[in-house]
């Protein structure tokens, strides 16, 4: 849909979002405060606001209905690092509350010091308009959506809900001699079976890298006998719905039998965090000709994949730079430059150098892409270079998370072997 329309009706809804929800709020956010909250590719940056902060008056998250929202949220403290706990929710129904089945999106029952990253399927159907989202940072025990605490900060956001745009499905008779068993993208293999033609999963994690080779597996799976098939995959890169535009064929097939595997690079001229369709189909003996098109013999599986910058190759807009895995303004880059991670990518270890003494941190924590915390590093002796072993890391994308000066920060890498 036409994203300026919303915008223009912001302006003139925004008044009737607050006031009208239950009150929350921490007594002091003097020690820790949320410093970012992302949802897909946009960010919102906070200053300390006492313990609540209303954001509902700046412009809105998005949130599609039937779609994988990626959130992201980055904490920052004026000295020690605390045990933290996150809540996040969204007034699906906007009816003044956030109560309603579907409505808590996360809540953590861990503490995580350094904030969390996390892909949440946003139910499909319902309440499409402007809503409130609330965003909880506690500390000691886990956030609830209501009620005033401690320590700690609440941030509440307007978000524009809209309905997931489908693709047309892909239409065939009988997946009964062959279907997709599984599809692997990087380190991440979903596997299927035989779903009567269709499937779709728009929360499975795939991801894909710019500037790199993304390594992809198609396996077949035959009920009772083998069949020659071919393969095709495309990538809506324009997002129009389509997988019909000029350079959106990603890859194309023989007849065989066996699994198909090809590496798959991407333009930079993609939105970093931002998610696009993958359609996969496996039809018998010849060629997918148009994605939209009946088929007797075969399988279409959609996805959503997410696509990254580990390398900062992106293409941006004016005034912007493409810094590692974000785009930043340009104004944020020195902090991002006191810090080097090499080797990037990773086979065995790599290595984290801070520029300055007085920015070393304690410790680290390194997560994957679906938000799990791998390892946490300490830096007991204060060095200015901390060696990270991801020997038995799977080859995949991670993040280090740490505190300089209060502020946290990202390094992405890559291990790939």
């Known amino acids: 849909m036409n994203k300026l329309l919303p915008v223009l009706l912001f302006s003139l809804l925004t008044h009737t979002l607050i006031g009208q929800y239950c009150t929350s709020s921490a007594t002091t956010d003097s020690d820790e405060w949320i410093s970012t909250v992302r949802v897909g ?3 919102h940056n906070i200053a300390q606001s006492g313990g609540y902060d209303d954001q509902t008056a700046n412009s809105p998250f998005y949130i599609i209905r039937g779609e994988c929202q990626n959130f992201n949220i980055n904490v920052s403290y004026s000295g020690t690092e605390y045990a933290e706990y996150f809540g996040v929710w969204i007034d699906l129904n906007n009816d003044n509350d956030f109560d309603d089945a579907g409505e808590e999106i996360i809540r953590t029952t ?3 010091p350094l904030g969390i ?3 949440v399927f946003v139910p499909a159907g319902g309440f499409t308009g402007f809503s409130r989202m609330r965003v909880v940072m506690k500390y000691g025990s886990p956030a609830n959506p209501c009620g005033n605490f401690t320590y700690g900060e609440v941030e509440d956001y307007s978000v524009f809900i809209e309905n997931f745009a489908p693709s047309c499905d892909g239409l065939m008779n ?15 293999e979903i596997g299927t079976g035989n779903n009567d033609g269709y499937f779709r999963d728009y929360c ?9 080779s993304n390594s992809v597996v198609l396996t077949p799976g035959f009920p009772a006998g083998e069949y020659p098939e071919v393969w095709g995959v495309w990538m809506d890169y324009n997002k129009n719905n389509s997988f019909e535009d000029a350079g959106e064929k990603v890859f194309s097939g023989s007849a065989t039998t066996d ?5 798959l690079n991407i333009p930079n001229t993609l939105n970093p965090y931002e998610m696009y369709k993958m359609r996969v189909v496996i039809k018998y003996a010849t060629p997918v000709v148009h994605t939209c098109n009946y088929f007797s013999w ?8 997410t696509i990254l910058d580990p390398l900062g190759v992106s293409v941006v807009g004016e005034g912007e730079v493409s810094v590692r895995n974000n785009v930043v303004e340009k104004n944020d880059i020195q902090s991002l430059e006191l810090v080097k991670i090499s080797p990037n990518p990773a086979q065995v270890s790599t290595c984290i150098t801070f520029k300055y003494e007085r920015d070393i941190p304690a410790d680290l924590e390194i997560y994957n892409l679906k938000g799990e915390l ?14 990270i072993d991801v020997s038995m890391f799977p080859e995949a994308y991670y993040i280090a998370k740490y505190s300089l000066a209060g502020e946290v920060f990202s390094s992405p890498f890559i291990v790939a072997r």
């Open 298 to 305: 075969g399988e279409v599986e959609d996805y959503l994949v």
């Open 117 to 119: 990253a996390s892909n």
């Open 41 to 43: 590719a946009k960010t």
């Open 204 to 212: 499975s994690g795939y991801y894909l890298n710019m500037g790199m």
């Open 374 to 387: 791998m390892k946490r590093v300490e830096n007991q002796e204060r060095t200015n270079k901390v060696c």
């Open 174 to 188: 009988s997946s009964s001699f062959e279907y997709i068993e599984s599809v692997k993208v990087n380190d991440i």
């Open 259 to 263: 699994t198909e595997s090809f590496n």
């Open 110 to 112: 861990t503490a995580y």
